[in-house]
């Protein structure tokens, strides 16, 4: 009888096993080789923290994740700068108002990006490294949502890009100008980590290799413009320096993107993008409104640690001190209104007494002549409701005293 029993037992557990339908398995094995593959990218790309001037995480009033930042309260570092050795050749300055800025932090994930336009190609939203970004899956090109028409007579364009370390090859990032019918007329490209390559109006203006392949991460393209002069760059090094663009007159732009091969662990990705308009000098800014409000002072995220990219930047300033030896100026620090007030103050202040210390140290400037103020969120010069006026209030401004 107990035999019996054992033998009645294993044959339900085998009419059980046979019972299950083919297509549940394989559709069990299938999702889990789709999560092993996102598992694979996901520790592939070396999440690398936005760098904009100002990036503050602590909750403000809520439990709402601030969209400028990922650095937790509580962790500022301290410092003063990177060494800015290898930036000495490096003159890029951002322009110093917003027209269009976007690190896709609002955005849903498996999204098309929602302040773009579809030129052609498959471009989604995917998260990366704690950081979101676009991943083209396909050869294809967009454009950012900005007024099209004549673009202003100074301009830069910053956008990240990922690349893949190792032996793996390269993807070709591509920053292209349209005219007001919609046809390309130039493109600032990079290719295989080390090549880069400027055209304008069926002309090849500027072909450079870079001084070493590009690392593993995530890297820049900068383009700083006027009506009639360009300059490119791949990070800290300057690749495109034309001093006469003639009859080159960009209605748009956009970015395309080709890959290399459509490989799960070597994804196509760009990030954060900021598009703005240039603006007076320095010294034609502080004659005519006594003060400097500059975005080309950059910092680690949630740190008052100076960016080597803004080694221009504070030259600029340093050589207004000591052609003018009787000048005095307050450095004061501002944020956005992401992250709690008391974080953002003491921030924004400690930030501000890193710049007027390598002002000092650099420069020899008397530090009589300096005095440091932060003033966290409280002094907006735009809107905190948009992307770009929240990358407008990011800076610091040198009031003079």
């Known amino acids: 009888m107990k035999s019996k029993l054992i033998f009645i037992g294993l044959l339900c557990l085998a009419l059980i096993a046979v019972s299950s339908p083919a297509t549940a398995q394989f559709k069990k094995l299938k999702e889990k ?23 503050s995480t602590a909750s403000k009033k809520s439990t709402k994740k601030p969209a400028s930042d990922t650095t937790k309260a509580g962790s500022t570092t301290t410092g003063t700068s990177e060494d800015m050795a290898l930036y000495t050749k ?49 050869q294809g090109s967009i454009r950012p949502k900005i007024a099209t028409g004549a673009l202003p007579p ?13 032996e793996a090859k390269s993807h070709w990032f591509f920053i292209k100008w349209y005219n007001d019918q919609g ?56 690749v495109a320096n034309v001093p006469a663009v003639e009859g080159f007159k960009p209605a748009d732009f956009g970015v395309y993107m080709d890959p290399w091969k459509d490989e799960p662990d070597n994804p196509m990705l760009i990030g954060t993008f900021r598009y703005a308009e240039g603006g007076k000098t320095l ?74 210390t390598y002002l000092i140290n650099n420069f020899k400037v008397d530090g009589s002549r300096l005095e440091s103020k932060g003033w966290g969120e409280s002094k907006p010069i735009d809107k905190n409701d948009t992307p770009e006026g929240k990358a407008n209030n990011r800076r610091v401004e040198l009031v003079k005293l």
Request: proline share 2%; net charge negative; charged share 35%.
């Open 90 to 138: 490096y003159d890029f300055i951002p322009g110093d108002k917003v027209i269009f800025y976007d690190d896709f932090s609002s955005e849903e994930i498996g999204e098309f990006p929602s302040r773009w336009r579809l030129d052609e190609g498959v471009f989604e939203i995917a998260k990366q490294g704690g950081k979101n970004y676009i991943l083209c899956t396909d």
């Open 33 to 55: 080789a789709k999560e092993k593959a996102e598992k694979k990218v996901e520790e592939t790309v070396e999440g690398k923290e936005e760098t904009a001037s100002d990036t």
């Open 183 to 238: 046809q390309e007329i130039g493109n600032f490209n990079m290719q295989d980590k080390h090549r880069t390559h400027l055209r304008i109006l069926d002309k090849d203006l500027a072909s450079k290799e870079l001084s070493a392949p590009l690392s593993g991460g995530i890297h820049n393209m900068r383009v700083m413009a006027t009506q009639s002069t360009m300059k490119c760059y791949i990070d800290n090094e300057r």
């Open 154 to 166: 100074k301009y830069t364009i910053e956008m990240e890009f990922y690349v893949k370390g190792g």
């Open 283 to 356: 010294k034609q800014q502080l004659d005519e409104a006594g003060r400097i409000v500059t975005h080309g002072i950059l910092f680690d995220s949630g740190s008052d640690k100076i960016k080597g990219e803004s080694y221009k930047t504070l030259a600029d300033i340093g050589a207004l001190l000591t052609d003018n030896p009787t000048l005095r100026l307050s450095i004061e620090g501002h944020t956005d209104s992401d992250g709690a007030e008391d974080y953002n103050l003491n921030l924004s202040q400690k930030r501000a007494e890193s710049v007027r």
